[in-house]
């Protein structure tokens, strides 16, 4: 009899599995080495650019530790502030929130529109600049007024409150406006002017950010001119102090410091975005220390971390100081607070 | 007289040819639909989201052209016209000049122009840029991300199989109607 070349249907079905199982093995194996080709060739650009060591930080420099870190809740979170009782206020998109140094909810004063900056007087009144205006409330959160925008193109991004008035960073116009506290504008801080000598503010994007020191004296961050300027409630410029340089004593990018606070000794704090630093310097503007470099910062560290911010938010940090001098920074990306304690020193 | 055998309408060989009609004109009037659909009944043409963009190099090393035709392109309305561009500049710039060392594009593609202090243009010489996306990354990790990348029509083939996409890390590269040819940038940081 002759042997039959055939196959039972039992080999061609075990035939057919085994066949199908190898293209299943070499599909699988070309997409993996497909994809690992894509992900050697990202890795292996020959144009990356090179932040060389200013991605890093001497670990000698970094005088602060953190005590306490926690998500802040707080959506679209943009400024902090201290008010009495070392209490912490966030300014958000709906409300600002009022957090206790573990995190916890104290209190929430809803908005109607985002607020871009907040700041806390003395007495406990509570100063919430939305983008064109601000919004007074009382200690208990009960609104007390609405202030007329004072123009066109009005973009708050910092205010601060002391005996001379309240003092509001006004982005989109360059120029800080001293308040009376009816609300009525009674000056224009920082705009160029020859004959004052005031060379201007120059704001790329919005972070204009504004603080009172102990000395009486407005301190405003010119980001476009890498310093800091110093002037007097009336205008007058005293003091600018600052340099553009990646290296850790200078301020980085196109546009530092985005916000700026003055500790209890006088020093001052600054934060940079793009290199995520928060860094203290002497009264007159030497460098200190860093409270904490792009590492405490990773999401915030990476390019294009912000892109599905809104309305011109790019990112950054903010930092504000309570009464005993502990830091408190603010992640613009992750919504995430840090409270920074001194290092007890060996 | 035998009795009379039934009838079917159909035996079953025609039964599963008729079946395997149908489903063939079913399969083939589905596959026009989706590639009408797709088409949208307008030609297509490769773009790059400049919100997916990594900034990764590949598009300057794997055009099929031997200048690619990915070029950088600049949304002026969201510019900072900064003084220190960090899309210009190398990070730690020497002197704010333009001696080639302190400058960021290894072509000498972007010119600067003083406007009034401290305020400088940016512009692209598209005939030396190679779309390498160095100003990009620079521009986007300090500044407004007002320099980002697009496909030129004026120089891309418009291959049916874009070599650029098939490199690109995040899937960046997008087919897009040819009467709206470009994805282009009107705020900071959005599309």
Known sequence: MKPSNRLTRRQFLRRGALGSGWVAVAGAALTASRGRGRAAAADANPFAYDLGNAAHTDPKLIHYETAAAFASGVGDARRLAFGPGDRLHVAGKTAITILDLRGAKLQEIPLAAPARCVAVGPDGMIYAGLRDHVEVFDASGRKLASWESPGKKVWLSGLAVGEKGIFAADAGNRVVLRYDPAGKVTARIGERNKQRNVPGLIVPSPYLDVALGPDGLLRVNNPGRHCIDIYTPDGDLELSWGKPTAAIEGFCGCCNPIAIEVLPDGRHLTCEKGLPRVKVYSATGQFDCVVAGPESFPENAKTGSISDKSDGVLGGLDAAVDSQGRICTLDLVTGRVAVMKAKAKV | ?191
Request: charged share 20%.
């Open chain 2, 1 to 191: 007289m035998n009795p009379p055998i039934p009838q079917f309408p159909r035996s079953r060989r025609q039964f599963l040819r008729d079946g395997a009609r149908a489903a063939a004109l079913t399969g083939l009037g589905g596959l026009f639909a989706l590639t009408a659909e797709r088409a949208g009944g307008r030609p297509r043409v490769w773009q790059i989201d400049p919100q997916k963009c990594v900034r990764c190099g590949n598009c300057a090393t794997h055009c099929v052209l031997e200048q690619s035709a990915v070029k950088c392109v600049h949304a002026h309305a969201i510019c900072g016209y900064c003084q220190l561009c960090t899309g210009y500049f190398e990070p730690e710039p020497n002197e704010l000049n333009t001696a080639a060392e302190n400058c960021l594009c290894p072509t000498a593609a972007i010119k600067r122009t003083y406007v009034e202090d401290p305020y400088y243009e940016y512009s692209i010489d598209e005939g030396l840029c190679i779309g390498c996306a160095k100003c990009v990354e620079g521009c986007n990790r300090f500044g407004n991300g007002s320099l980002f990348l697009q496909v030129r029509h004026d120089r891309c083939l418009n291959c049916n199989e874009c070599a650029i996409s098939k490199a690109c890390p995040v899937d960046a590269f997008q087919r897009i109607p040819a009467d709206h040819p470009y994805l282009l940038k009107t705020m900071a940081h959005g599309a």
